[in-house]
């Protein structure tokens, strides 16, 4: 999976951490699995990123569908992965926001609608453990030394979704603040290690 880097939900100084990489959006590292379309395929298609709605589009699209943005070099590649795509249950729409792209709209099986709900919150860690445990592994690959093996480094996304302590500290101590679950408008939200998502960002 794309790989973001961690943060805190505080205040706006605190910016330096929202992304690794600022083109991946959080909907791409958090919600991509929930659809069950292989992101090792779509990612040799043209795949740029996923979305939770696209502000230019007048339609009525269902709730909790993914906005799956292509960028294209020829027609056979796109219709190769939109013949995946199109033979999902959740297939809802496509179209073609500007030259060489295309959206694919799918909705979010039921079964991970709650993923979605909770994605919106920032409340990352009460993500369903199967989810978890499916589509994060703990290391990733991290290329491969001077005789060629393989190395591995820690997955962030693995991280923040399971509150990991030692990023929960090094966070703490870079910012100066404690982390600590809250209560707001009588419901507690557990800390976490990831802003919650900005809507704006997280639409095409």
Known sequence: MTETIAQPSVAAKKRRYLRFNTSVTLT????LPTIDI????IK???????????????TMYPTHCLFLLFNYKNLEDIEIVGDLIRESQFYVDEYDPSENH???VV??????RRIYDLFLEGQYSE????????NYPKKIFAGVDAYNNPLSKDSLNYLVLTRDPGLKKEIE????????DRY???????????????????TL
């Open 28 to 31: 791409s590292a958090f919600l």
């Open 38 to 41: 292989p992101y090792g395929v």
């Open 44 to 58: 040799n298609y043209g795949f740029v990123n996923a979305y939770i709605g696209d502000r230019r589009k007048e």
């Open 102 to 104: 295309v959206v694919f």
């Open 107 to 112: 909705r979010v099986p039921e079964h991970r």
């Open 127 to 134: 993500f369903d453990t199967d989810y978890i445990e499916q």
């Open 173 to 180: 101590d870079d910012l100066g603040v404690e982390l600590k």
């Open 184 to 202: 707001v408008n009588g419901k507690w939200y557990k800390y976490q290690l990831m802003s919650k998502p900005d809507l704006i960002s997280e």
